[in-house]
Nanobody, 121 residues
Framework: QVQLVEDGGGWVQAGGSLRLSCSAS????????MGWYRQARGNQRELVAT???????TYADSVKGRFTISSDNAKKLVYLQMNSLKPEDTAVYYC???????????????WGQGTQVTVSS
């Protein structure tokens, strides 16, 4: 069973920066993609950024130009560098891995437990 552990959340003033990291433990045969999602209180979980095993990235419009996703597939790590943070970025941030555990099996999703990011004005 693959488990994800996030780190790097916390409190920061508007305009500040934080770097989130997420590491995976367990057997992963192949990573399809990794990503970060967030859920603010009272809202649905939303995509923040994704990165494929080939390095292609996507970002939510609200974070483009401020956030950068990167990964180290060999080490099963994904990062989210968050700059110019705004109060509306306040949320619980979750990492996600899409992977296969061996050949010829479907891709599965797994999620971290979440890390709180709070941005004060």
């Amino acid at each position: 069973q693959v488990q994800l552990v996030e780190d790097g959340g916390g409190w920061v003033q508007a305009g500040g920066s934080l770097r989130l990291s997420c590491s995976a433990s367990g057997i992963i045969f192949s990573i399809n993609a990794m990503g970060w999602y967030r859920q603010a209180r009272g809202n649905q979980r939303e995509l923040v950024a994704t990165i494929t095993s080939g390095g292609s990235t996507t970002y939510a419009d609200s974070v483009k130009g401020r956030f950068t996703i990167s990964s180290d597939n060999a080490k099963k790590l994904v990062y989210l560098q968050m700059n110019s943070l705004k109060p509306e970025d306040t949320a619980v941030y979750y990492c996600n891995f899409r992977y296969t555990s061996r050949r010829f099996v479907p891709v599965v999703d797994t999620w971290g437990q979440g890390t709180q990011v709070t941005v004060s004005s």
